[in-house]
């Protein structure tokens, strides 16, 4: 009989997403057939899967830890923030509808069918399924019609283990607040608590894990030291965004935009040691010596135009492209360099048209229909293959198309400036291939190392787990499961 496990957490960014990509390599090599699920995601980040849906970049990682592809039914709801009080709603892979906070509350309860139908769907086909929680179930507020942790585990009656971010400071407040203000049914499917990013010696917390037993009585799975290479996984929250660990000569500044999305593009040169990666923050310029600009996917191309320009960063790009510099597009931001954005039916906002960048020579319009589809490309400049994905909305034509940015099926695709220095492409993913980043990297004039992503991506993996057994009772964590 398939089990199931859910790892919720005390507040958001405790580091669940890790914590259930390390349990489900950790159950992987005792030969289980593993899945991982949330039911329930928020992230801007996603992953295109194979039959063109799409989930979250965390369960995409969690999958590659379990060794298995990417299904739909990994994350059944996905919310896509596209304002401060909206969200864009994909169930099982495909978008439902936009709605703002207040309307997806009522929305919530018909939502649970589906959560089910796909967590039964993943039981069906694995030995032990692994669930990440959403925020936290002391978000009490929100117990109604909840489908993300306690309103899902209750329902689904899989026990659940607390995960404690001591990093932030007051974990025993956390842990012990979290039982004090949730329903005792709730409460009661809590199988026990975990401490996770402890900094310097665990055994000076003894006598505070203690008081967390005696005053929930529950039982401890033990504390987890900071895992120290946790960067070199893809991150899927824009504040876990890190520059680089490179110090190289060949620098890159990517503009850290507001509804920034599917920025693990920047994953791989995070890891180039030849390459200075900068991500920026609002407020600060573009550094005068940057040799490269990368203007990022966003999910909402007009609205991070604006930031963009609040910023000041249109009159930096301009600077930028005078002193000689290059500057790389990826889909929103490959719309944002053309000359004009418009949106005759207001899919992202208000109807209307917004001034481009200039800086190629295109023009997009946005469309209520989706491309959502992995790609097999040649890069024109290199030949070069490599694999990518396609996940946006609009279409982009002019006459710097006749310049691609690469070749899809024998149809061009993106577009390039005449001098060369401007690229624009629709393709997500690319850096992820090694011999496509280094003969990309090479051509801009950069060092390119021998790192091979993927491979570093599962050593990580490997090496998590090993330290997730070294400090938890793994096994006890596995065997509440049911």
Known sequence: MTRALMIQGTGSNVGKSMLVAGLCRAAVRRGLSVA??????????????????????????????????????MNPVLLKPESEVGSQVVVQGKRLTTVKA??????????????????????SNNDLVIVE????????????GDIANMGFAVAADV????????????????????QTVID????????????????????????GYAMIEQHTGWSGFGVLPYFSDAWKLPAEDALDISNGQGQGDFNVACLGLSRIANFDDLDPLAQEEGVTLT??????????????????GSKSTRGDLAFLREQGWDIDLMAHVRRGGHVLGICGG???????????????????????????????????????????AVHAASGQGFHGYEIHIGRTEGRDRDRPFAMVDGRPEGAV????????????????DDGFRRAWLEGLGAQASDVGYDATVEATLDALADHMEAHLDVAGMLGVAR
């Open 279 to 296: 991500v920026l923050r609002a407020g600060h310029p573009i550094p005068g010596d940057t040799d490269l600009v990368i203007i990022p």
């Open 159 to 178: 026990p659940v283990i607390l995960a404690g971010d001591i990093d932030r400071g007051g974990v025993i407040a956390q842990l012990v607040g979290t």
């Open 36 to 73: 991982p699920f949330k039911p329930q995601n928020m992230s801007n980040n996603a992953a295109v899967t194979a039959d063109g849906g799409e989930i979250g970049r965390a369960q995409a990682m969690q999958a590659m830890a379990c060794g298995k592809p990417l299904t739909v039914d």
């Open 334 to 376: 490959y719309q944002m360099l053309g000359s004009v954005v418009r949106d005759p039916d207001g899919i992202e906002g208000p109807a209307g048209d917004t001034a481009g960048l200039g800086l190629l020579d295109l023009e997009t319009v946005m469309s209520s229909d989706k491309r959502l589809t992995e790609t097999n």
């Open 133 to 144: 929680g959403a925020g936290s179930p002391a978000e009490v507020n929100l117990r109604a």
């Open 102 to 123: 207040r309307a997806y509350s009522a929305l919530k309860p018909q939502l649970m069918e589906k959560v089910l139908e796909s967590f039964n769907r993943l039981k």
């Open 184 to 207: 005792p049914a709730d409460a009661a499917m809590v199988a026990g608590f975990m401490v996770n990013k402890f900094r310097g010696d665990p055994s000076l917390f003894d006598d």
């Open 417 to 432: 400036s005449s001098d060369g220095r401007i690229s624009g492409s629709y393709l997500h993913g690319m850096f992820r």
